[in-house]
């Protein structure tokens, strides 16, 4: 099956910085990849997603990259604010089979 | 539109006990999951339905979970022997179809088994 890897765990930032957190996967049938953000004792939502005919997509400050050669892809969060700490899970989806989910990244951003 | 809802929100049970979590997924949403989140780890799917059939169940510990949707609508989970190992958040999503990739994920149950 799909075997989906995240990094970093843990991710400080000062306000107004840039957070990156990256997400490699083994099936190169994968054909969509979510993130989602997860707040502490709340329900993952999604954020932003990409599917793998797309190269990047971008959503105020949020973007997603994606490089299907190399199998991975990424979460750009742009001029970070208090309110963007949470834990961010990525997410690989095979057409008619399921999601795999990545460990989560833990998003401190420091006022 | 109305959220996937779930209850219980928490629960707290004895090793060896038996536990029920119950789901209700956004209405017309064919497809329904269940994820198991451990602390400190993405969510790992037990069991997907579509309507009332099971579409995959390859990674439910079928020695003591189970689940069902008899109706296509709500959808229940139970545990029964529980384990420790079994503590864990418990979620609920559904998305219209299979082929429809956005998921909207319900509040979970928090299990702790003692």
């Known amino acids: 099956g799909e075997n989906v890897e995240q990094h970093p765990s843990t991710l400080s930032v000062q306000e107004g910085d840039s957070a990156v957190i990256k997400c490699t996967y083994s099936d190169s049938a994968s054909n969509y990849f979510p993130w989602y953000k997860q707040e502490l004792g709340k329900r993952p939502q999604l954020i932003i997603d990409?599917?793998?005919?797309?190269g990047e997509k971008k959503d105020q400050r949020i973007a997603v990259t994606l490089n299907k050669t190399a199998k991975h892809f990424s979460l750009h969060i742009t001029e970070t604010q208090p309110e963007d700490s949470a834990v961010y899970f990525c997410?690989?989806?095979?057409?008619?089979?399921?999601?795999?989910f990545g460990t989560g990244t833990s998003l401190t951003v420091i006022p | 539109e109305a959220g996937v809802a779930q209850s219980p929100r928490y629960k707290i049970i004895e090793k060896r006990q038996s536990v029920a979590f119950w789901c209700n997924p956004i209405s017309g949403h064919a497809t329904l999951y269940w994820y198991q989140q451990i602390l400190g780890q993405g969510p790992k799917l037990l069991i997907q339905?579509?309507?009332?059939?099971?579409?995959?169940d390859s990674q439910l510990p079928k020695d003591r979970f189970s689940a069902e949707r008899l109706k296509g609508v709500d959808s229940t989970l139970k545990i029964q022997p529980a384990k420790l190992e079994d503590s864990a958040v418990y979620l609920c999503?559904?998305?219209?179809?299979?082929?429809?990739?956005?998921?909207?994920f319900g509040p979970g149950t928090r299990l702790t088994v003692l």
């Open positions: 339905f579509q309507n009332n059939g099971v579409v995959d």
């Open positions: 997410a690989a989806f095979i057409t008619g089979n399921q999601f795999y």
């Open positions: 999503a559904s998305s219209l179809e299979v082929g429809v990739r956005e998921q909207f």
């Open positions: 990409i599917r793998s005919n797309v």
